[in-house]
Each structure stands twice: as structure tokens, then as C-alpha cells.
């Protein structure tokens, strides 16, 4: 268990609908990175939260969105959803945001599009 | 730009034998170099990293990975493997094209380890 935990598991949901997920961190982590995995694209990153401030943004279509709460969970939004966002989307955690700390990930969330 | 490749998207290995699965990388400048195995439904786990030093990492469940300058590759490598160590495995490398620290990842490798 990485201590990152993701919400929820699956979900599954019609084109054109917004679906949100959530994330808690690890304990003591501040910085948390949203990634969604599918089988043509791969892993790919897509934004970057430390300490409650956006920090970086990769792939991240303009229909996405995402922010870190206070307590430092962070919740990605998906909205007007279309059949090729079915993928898988981590989450994960680090402590710091110093490039030689590793980040540990949570199981996903498995999102269907129908 | 900066990038990694795993050049095998399949490796087959018998139980016992010694095991290695394949990473090159591209960047400018010094790479931060990373493993991470991913078992159906789960989450990805880190294993090892390369960040400076010896070029010899070693990791978690007896895995290591070469750091090599000159080819450019970080292979990861375990002397005899075990059929839990199938799974999918890839090879990362720190962006620090932008502000932030995410990874770049590889396309991943699937290991099949046969008993």
C-alpha cells in the first residue's frame, strides 16, 4: 500500500457528463501529480500541484481542471466527456518538490465513457 | 526534448534466470532516472532510482539498474527471476523542461517470467 488513496475506483459515466476524482496524499506529502494511463497515449503526465499552487501543467485538455484543497487533497474534474477519455488516471504523491524524490501512486480510477 | 525508450514491449524470462529489461533516455544535461513496476489492477511502484553516484543502483525485491553515460541507458536487471516478478515495468525520467518535477514515462515492458 503506497498510503496514496484514490476515489473512486471505477466509474463509469455517459459522453458529455463531468465526473470528478479524488486523491489524499500520502501523509506529509505536498506535492501531488495527476497522470492518466490508456493504451494508445501511455502514461502521460498532466498537472502538478505543490502545497496548494499549480506548479506544472503537461497534456491536460482545456475540459480538465484540477486543484489541492487546503488539507492537501486534490480533486481532478472531467467535463464534457468524450468516449477517448476512457483511461485510467493516477494520482500521485511526494514529499518535496525536488527532482531526486520519488513519487509513490495510488491505484487509480478506472473511468469508462459510454 | 526529453524522452526515454524501452525498446522491447515484451521480455520472456524463465524462473531462475537472470532477467533484463531494457531503457535508454534522452536529455540535456544530468538525468534523474527511475523504475517503476505496475501488477494488473494496480497502482505503479517505485523500485529504484538513479539520481547521482554509483552507477550500480540496487532496489526493492532484489531488482538494480546500470546507469551508463556513454550509451545512454539505465537497464534494469535481476539475477534470478521469479515468476512473481511478471508485470509491466517503466522506465522514467524527470522533466526538467518546466517548472514542475513530473516524469516522463516509457511506453512500458511486459515481463513474462515462466515456471
Redesign the interface.
Known amino acids: 500500500d503506497s498510503g496514496v488513496t484514490q476515489t473512486p475506483k471505477h466509474l463509469i459515466t455517459a459522453t458529455g457528463q463531468r465526473v470528478t476524482l479524488r486523491c489524499s496524499p500520502r501523509s506529509g506529502d505536498l506535492s501531488v501529480y495527476w497522470y492518466q494511463q490508456s493504451l494508445d497515449q501511455g502514461l502521460q503526465f498532466l498537472i502538478q500541484y505543490y502545497n496548494g499552487e499549480e506548479r506544472a501543467k503537461g497534456n491536460i485538455l482545456e475540459r480538465f481542471s484540477a486543484q489541492q484543497f487546503p488539507d492537501l487533497h486534490s480533486e481532478l474534474n472531467l467535463s464534457s466527456l468524450e468516449l477517448g477519455d476512457s483511461a485510467l488516471y493516477f494520482c500521485a504523491s511526494s514529499v518535496t518538490v525536488g527532482g531526486n524524490t520519488e513519487a509513490f501512486f495510488g491505484q487509480g480510477t478506472r473511468l469508462t465513457v459510454v | 526534448a526529453q524522452s526515454v525508450a524501452q525498446p522491447e514491449d515484451q521480455v520472456n524470462v524463465a524462473e531462475g534466470n537472470p532477467l533484463t529489461v531494457k531503457c535508454t533516455y534522452s536529455v540535456s544535461g544530468n538525468p ?1 532516472l ?1 523504475w ?1 513496476v505496475q501488477y494488473p ?6 523500485l529504484l ?1 538513479y ?1 547521482t553516484g554509483d552507477n550500480l543502483v540496487k532496489g526493492s525485491y532484489g531488482f538494480e539498474a546500470e546507469f551508463n553515460k556513454s550509451q545512454t541507458s539505465f537497464h534494469l536487471k535481476k539475477p534470478s527471476a521469479l515468476v512473481s516478478d511478471s508485470a509491466l515495468y ?1 522506465c522514467a525520467v ?3 523542461n ?11 515492458t511486459t515481463l513474462s517470467v515462466s515456471s
Do not use: H, P, S, V
Not at chain 2, 489492477?41 to 517505485?46: C, D, E, S
Open positions: 534523474y527511475f517503476y489492477n494496480r497502482g505503479l511502484q517505485f532510482k539520481i517503466f524527470r522533466d526538467f518546466q517548472a514542475g518535477t513530473a516524469l516522463i514515462f516509457g511506453k512500458g
